[in-house]
Nanobody, 114 residues
Framework: VQLVESGGGLVQPGGSLRLSCAVS????????MGWYRQTPGKQRELVAG???????NYADSVKGRFTISRDNAKNTVYLQMNSLEPEDTAVYYC?????????WGQGTQVTVAS
């Protein structure tokens, strides 16, 4: 199983980015897809998650600014990030849960700076 993230980069405060995570490999049902982020010296934290049924949850710090979505036909999860703030700077990781196993992507850097 491979998770390939894309869409990270450098953006000015107030700008937008869209992250994508494409899942490939021999898996059947992906129950959960989510985005996490991590900064140096801090624990990895959940940013947003979405279940196979479409239920979503968000960290309080991103509510109203970020939107998670998934395309089940393409096994892809997206994170639309608007009104970005310097505090959003981090490495963003995609995670899926298939069966009882968690799979992680390699991470993509998001830097918000003027």
């Amino acid at each position: 199983v491979q998770l390939v993230e894309s869409g990270g980069g450098l953006v000015q405060p107030g700008g937008s980015l869209r992250l994508s995570c494409a899942v490939s490999g021999n898996i059947f049902t992906i129950y959960f897809m989510g985005w996490y982020r991590q900064t140096p010296g801090k624990q990895r934290e959940l940013v947003a998650g979405i279940t196979s049924g479409g239920s979503t949850n968000y960290a309080d710090s991103v509510k109203g600014r970020f939107t998670i979505s998934r395309d089940n036909a393409k096994n892809t999860v997206y994170l639309q990030m608007n009104s970005l703030e310097p505090e959003d700077t981090a490495v963003y990781y995609c995670k899926i849960r298939a069966g009882f196993v968690d799979y992680w992507g390699q991470g993509t850097q998001v830097t918000v700076a003027s």
